[in-house]
């Protein structure tokens, strides 16, 4: 379980959000599954529901890749047929997250099992891009103990340009995450990028985990350059 205390979250005013590209939340569904059977399903029940915006086609078509079913919310609702994942992908967390949340509410209310049956793992994806007001370089290098003189006597040039933190749950298997931070190349002084892939068996751990998404990256992004 990942616990992050939220206490003086921009005590250096050194960042900020600029945007998410996107906030993606995937189901991973177990395989086989009788897609187009499935497809009906879902979709008949969102037309019954005024929440939902119906964006389908009328017929199941196997030779597309993907699907956008329905809206909520600006919040798309994807069937990716190759992956075999039904998406809530936005460009806002707490939207994406509130459509997700409706989502599975929907598939509980079509009797589906969800945990461990129908649904292999729940994941969230982004690109955060994160707006500095110090180059992403210098940030980045002076967030790590290490020491690269040896390696700038051949070149002044050399800095830490990508960190990257995991988690993996190697008892039960049910969470892991993969965050990576680095410089954003067509922006490197003002910007940088924090990619994230959280996963969890449970959909009401990824709802947790999102819940305070903004003060989790906030809070590990002000902590780079502190003194130890």
Do not use: W
């Amino acid at each position: 379980m990942i616990v992050i205390k939220i206490s003086d979250i921009l005590r250096l005013n050194m960042i900020e959000i600029e945007s998410y590209e996107p906030y993606h939340i995937g189901i991973k569904l177990t395989s086989p599954l009788a897609l187009p059977a499935f497809r009906k399903r879902i979709i008949g029940a969102m037309t019954k529901d005024s929440d939902f915006k119906d964006t389908s086609d009328n017929d199941f078509d196997a030779t597309l890749p993907n699907e956008v079913i329905a809206k909520l919310d600006d919040v798309k609702i994807e069937f990716n047929y190759q992956s075999l994942a039904l998406n809530t992908v936005g460009d806002d967390p707490a939207k994406t997250s509130s459509t997700f949340k409706k989502l599975v509410s929907l598939l509980q209310s079509l009797d589906y099992e969800l945990d461990n049956t129908l649904v292999v793992f729940y994941e969230v994806l982004s690109n955060i891009i994160i707006k500095i007001n110090e180059d992403s370089l210098n940030m980045l290098t002076k967030s790590v103990n290490c020491n690269l003189d040896g390696f700038r006597e051949l070149n002044p040039n050399v800095n830490v340009s990508v960190l990257k933190i995991d988690l993996v749950d190697k008892e039960s298997r049910k969470e892991s995450m993969e965050l990576t931070v680095g410089t954003n190349p067509v922006r490197s002084k003002t910007s940088m990028i924090v990619g994230l892939k959280y996963r969890h068996t449970s959909n009401e751990k990824i709802l947790e985990f999102n819940d305070k998404i903004k003060e989790r990256v906030t809070v590990l992004l002000n902590s780079f350059g502190e003194k130890k």
